[in-house]
């Protein structure tokens, strides 16, 4: 700064640039905060869409069973590549025979009046797999 009549008032040039340096490092960092932001957030959107096709596939076949009966339930599996609607998801259903031992189910080659639905889906990096057991009890 000069003293007297002339006297200069501002920024200089280098402050100029280091303040630009500064926001600039402000920006790289809050972008890359954002992006990680992003990025979890469809790997939220993702697993909560393999639950609710894995979800969907149990309640279509315990909705079969109440309305067409245990024995329209038939043992095998079905490979659903791609789940219609879905392309980047795969969903697997094994539907088995099962026989209840202690507190706990094992395989039966026969069929005692119990199912056990396994449903898998798999895509997007997600893997969800849901099972539930049928029985041909009918209530009084």
């Known amino acids: 700064m000069r003293n007297g009549p002339f006297q200069e ?3 200089s040039f280098i402050e100029a640039i280091l303040v630009t340096v500064v926001i600039g490092f402000g920006l ?4 890359t905060v954002t992006s990680n932001v992003f990025t979890t957030s469809l790997q939220t959107d993702q697993s ?13 076949l315990i909705a079969q069973r109440e309305l067409s ?13 791609p789940v219609v609607g879905f392309v980047n998801f795969n969903r ?20 005692v009046g119990y199912k056990q639905i396994q449903v898998s889906v798999t895509g997007s990096g997600q893997a969800i797999q849901l099972q539930t057991i049928v ?6």
């Open 135 to 140: 029985t041909d009890w009918v209530p009084l």
């Open 92 to 111: 697997i259903t094994i539907i088995s025979r099962v026989a209840l031992s202690g507190n706990s189910f094992i395989p039966s080659a026969n069929d």
């Open 28 to 31: 790289v960092g809050l972008m």
């Open 48 to 60: 909560t869409r393999a639950v609710y096709l894995a979800s969907e596939k149990l309640e279509q």
């Open 69 to 81: 009966g245990y024995n329209s339930i038939n043992v095998g599996t079905t490979n659903e590549n």
């Open 9 to 11: 008032s501002g920024f």
